[in-house]
């Protein structure tokens, strides 16, 4: 692990490792415009990095998965690649930045890999308790792209798209382009039309006091359009909070500091005129493993910093990437030494087809055991579960039963308005 932090000191070219990118100069790789343009988007595009980054024969791993072991050949490890695409609920798009901090010398065990380029050989049986829109988020929408889950926060869903492609994702049903295994996806196009019914409901809903801004990625929201829908959230009395999440500075830091792009100074006006109106703005971004930190991504931490902008992370536990007190540990300290404050630790959502990436509840109840207590509490998260059929976060170790033989734990959310408590289930991998 210690070998991970240089990454954030050195100002070194750690995307020379990329032989097509090994004659590209800092100013280059740093520019936004070349960061889109060379994002690899679909399967062909990736079969064709592939070719170029692994060597024929792939080296032994002693950390590799024993599902994954058998793989040896680059052409071996690109079937089971194409294999697995034609299975995941999730589309294929990695900006150079996440495929330039992957370990391409040890790519079946590489954390970062895994969580962005599916292996068939490690995909394991479906819970039938997964179900794509797992948190019943289209059940909790009023109009078409807001969920409106807790009495006084709603989650408006700007658009569809991301700068990267998690197979994680818990929007799969919606975020990204159609699969081969989801030929079709509920699409949040980012019309004026949607938009304004969205606004529209805000508006008559007193009680709300907290938007956040999501999708998608609001880093694919246009500058232009980010400003127009934050100041007419800001212009509503009722809503003192807005959230703009983003795992833009996570796989794509780069464009926080290319000065021509209007996004940064978006977020950073956005963020200044809520406080003058005493309210706030944070940016809400998605860290899950230390070696996505570089330092470039410190820069433009930093810059955020100096402008007054709000960071928040929130990170996914998943299998093989940070499930363990060591990693969790490293990555927590790393956000809050660059001024981003560890916000949630999730248990996996149960969602179809990424089992081999969830974890059992015992798993983020070991990790919290060892980290609490070892690190500011300032500065330790919230280790939370989002509940399948849309019971909302709970704290990973209040459930009310947990049968760690059958996986089942249980977790009773008090009734609205008077109404019956309710038992929400989470079950554990099979």
Wanted: glycine residues 6%.
């Amino acid at each position: 692990m210690k070998t991970l932090v240089p990454a954030l000191i050195r100002r070194e070219p750690y995307w020379y490792k990329i032989p097509i990118w090994k004659d590209v100069t800092e100013t280059e790789f740093l520019d936004y415009s070349w960061q889109i343009a060379n994002t690899v988007q679909g399967k062909e595009k990736l079969v064709r990095f592939l070719h170029t980054i692994l060597p024929e024969e792939i080296p032994y791993d002693e950390d590799a998965p024993e599902p994954l072991r058998h793989i040896r050949t680059r052409d071996v490890f690109i079937q089971d690649v194409l294999n697995g695409i034609s299975l995941a609920p999730m589309s294929i798009r990695i900006t150079p930045h996440i495929l330039s901090v992957i370990d391409w010398t040890k790519p079946l065990s590489d954390p970062v890999r895994r969580q962005f380029i599916p292996l068939k050989s490690s995909f394991v049986k479906d819970h039938p308790k997964l179900q794509l829109d797992s948190l019943n988020e289209t059940g909790d929408s009023p109009t078409p792209g807001l969920v409106h889950r807790y009495r006084d926060k709603a989650l408006f869903l700007a658009v569809s798209v991301c700068p990267v492609y998690c197979r994680f994702c818990t929007r799969s049903y919606s975020v990204g382009g159609p699969t081969e295994e989801l030929s079709s996806k509920r699409s949040f196009s980012p019309t004026r039309r949607r938009w304004e019914r969205m606004f529209e409901y805000i508006e008559r809903t007193p009680q709300l006091s907290d938007i956040v801004v999501s999708g998608g990625d609001s880093y694919y929201v246009p500058p232009e359009h980010l400003s127009s829908i934050t100041e007419r959230l800001l212009s509503i009395p009722h809503i003192r909070r807005i959230r703009i999440a983003s795992k833009g500075l996570a796989v794509c830091p780069s464009r926080i500091l290319t000065p021509e792009d209007a996004w940064t100074q978006a977020i950073i006006d956005i963020s200044a005129t809520a406080r003058r109106l005493g309210k706030s703005v944070a940016l809400h971004t998605h860290f899950n493993h230390p070696a996505e930190m570089t330092w470039i991504t410190r820069l433009a931490a930093q810059k955020l910093y100096e402008e007054g902008v709000v960071v928040r992370n929130q990170t996914v536990l998943l299998r093989g990437v940070n499930d363990n007190a060591e990693t969790m540990g490293l990555l927590i300290r790393m956000l809050a030494d660059n001024n981003i404050m560890p916000y949630y630790v999730y248990q996996g959502d149960m969602v179809s087809g990424v089992e081999d990436l969830r974890t059992p509840l015992s798993t983020i109840l070991e990790i919290e055991r060892h980290i609490r207590g070892s690190i500011a509490g300032f500065a330790t998260p919230n280790f939370v579960v989002d509940l399948p059929g849309g019971g909302g976060k709970r704290l990973a170790a209040s459930y009310d039963t947990y049968d760690r033989s059958t996986g089942l734990s249980t977790y009773i959310i008090p009734g609205k308005n008077g109404g019956k408590d309710r038992v929400y289930e989470y079950h554990d991998p099979l």
